[in-house]
């Protein structure tokens, strides 16, 4: 009983969160995240904070500060310099879609598409979605793969889903 009764108190708390998060942008839930403090500092430095603050809506992918962690020593130094705001606004674009897609709008697309589903990103490029061991899974244009790892994050401008990888637009 007294895990249920935890499990509930913890719905709840995710519940209200949402409700917060919902009166807020996309820019505004990603600050009160501490795991997308590297997201943040990108998009500043990528001068994207008005967009990412515009009506929308926007579908934003947002990978956690681990995941460009994951990427070559020094890249996230070098992209964050001024002379690359071109680069990083590119890798930082190809990681949002138009459009306000729900994980259940994200699975019907892939059981619709035989398996996969691709969307094309504010960028201009594609991302393939499939599921994989039973979480989706993004994959970038150089076949690198991202696994979603929360969904459904609601802002008045959009949703996030958080992947665990930064994904590429090809070169």
């Keep these: 009983m007294k895990k249920i009764f935890k499990s509930a108190i913890a719905v709840f708390a995710m519940a209200a969160m949402t409700n917060i998060a919902s009166a807020q942008t996309i820019v505004d839930v990603a600050v009160g995240s501490k795991e997308h403090s590297t997201l943040v500092a990108a998009v500043k430095a990528a001068g994207l904070v008005e967009t990412l603050q515009g009506t929308g809506p926007f579908t934003v992918f947002a990978p956690v500060n681990s995941a460009f962690a994951k990427l070559p020593e020094g890249t996230v130094a070098t992209l964050l310099k001024p002379e690359n705001k071109a680069t990083l606004t590119a890798v930082l674009t190809y990681h949002v879609v138009a459009g ?12 619709a598409g035989g398996g996969k589903a691709t969307v094309t990103t504010v960028q201009g490029a594609s991302l393939t979605a499939a599921v994989e061991g039973g979480k989706v899974v993004l994959t970038d244009a150089a076949g690198n793969k991202s696994t979603v790892v929360a969904t459904d994050l609601k802002a008045s401008n959009g949703v996030i889903h958080v992947i665990d990888t930064v994904v590429l637009p090809s070169k």
């Design 100 to 111: 306000n897609l729900m994980a259940a709008d994200v699975l019907k697309a892939i059981e």
